[in-house]
């Protein structure tokens, strides 16, 4: 069952959204060689509480942690370490804040130091597939609509799409109907309604699409060992258009 969401329902979901991009906005400019992705764990666990929110990964289905962070080669759901992050690595951090009981969702990929120039361009090219997709995420629109827009934007620049892992309805919990593909048929599949909240996540590869699941049950990586990076939005159907939610409005600190 699909919750459509009040306008009072998204001014909520955009102040949790707001919160979440303002604690990627602090994580990038974290990142550096030498890091850890426990230290960014720790950091989110600690802005959380001081704005009042609730990490909603934590506790859910068994899960850890309030991040998921991958590195390299993992597409998603990794754990956070001790291990230090080197020059040259690829990073993607993933949360969902719940802020008075409003929830948003969004991943976002890092370039540790220097990258090489095939990591640039899986970065670039994953964030632009994102906003290929949002683009055609507007009332009467098709979900196949979003992830035809996302497949062949990926696939025309040499980059495989992950099948596994999709998009989602969000809100009043963390993963609600509908399924949303990074991948599709133009014209086909549920039609977008004013109301809707939905996470557009699109995971990217070097090489190939298909994955493999760490022995931990719940890390996903590629099978072939290729880089692999995710951008992730929260966003609302709206008669004007799509509404990023986890976006920031302006540049103002808190």
């Not at 329902?9 to 102040?15: G, P, S, V």
């Not at 802005?47 to 590195?71: D, N, R």
């Not at 992950?162 to 014209?187: C, K, L, N, Q, S």
């Not at 072939?224 to 409005?249: V, W």
Request: charged share 25%.
């Amino acid at each position: 069952m699909i919750q459509l969401k009040s306008q009072k329902e998204i001014a909520e979901m955009k102040k949790s959204g707001q919160l979440l991009a303002l604690a990627h906005k602090k994580i990038k400019s974290m990142i550096k060689p030498g890091i850890t992705t426990w230290e960014i764990e720790e950091f989110v666990n600690d802005f959380l509480e001081k704005h009042g929110a609730i990490p909603e990964e934590k506790g859910f289905e068994g899960y850890q942690f309030a991040t998921c962070a991958s590195v390299n080669d993992e597409i998603c759901h990794g754990f956070p370490n001790k291990k230090p992050l080197k020059n040259g690595d690829i990073v993607t951090i993933d949360m969902v804040v719940n802020l008075n009981g409003a929830l948003s969702d969004s991943a976002w990929s890092y370039g540790v130091g220097t990258i090489s120039d095939e990591a640039e361009h899986l970065l670039k090219t994953t964030e632009e597939a994102l906003y290929a997709g949002i683009k055609q995420s507007i009332v009467g629109n098709r979900l196949g609509d979003i992830g035809h827009a996302i497949q062949e934007y990926a696939e025309s620049r040499g980059l495989s799409v992950v099948r596994e892992f999709v998009g989602h309805g969000i809100g009043p919990t963390m993963h609600e109907d509908p399924p949303v593909a990074h991948y599709g048929r133009p014209g086909r599949g549920l039609r977008l309604r004013e109301g809707m909240t939905i996470t557009i996540e699109p995971m990217l590869n070097i090489g190939d699409w298909r994955s493999k699941i760490d022995a931990n049950g719940w890390t996903a990586r590629t099978i072939d060992g290729s880089l692999s990076a995710q951008y992730e939005h929260t966003l609302a159907i709206t008669k004007e258009g799509p509404e990023i939610l986890t976006a920031l409005d302006g540049d103002a600190e808190q």
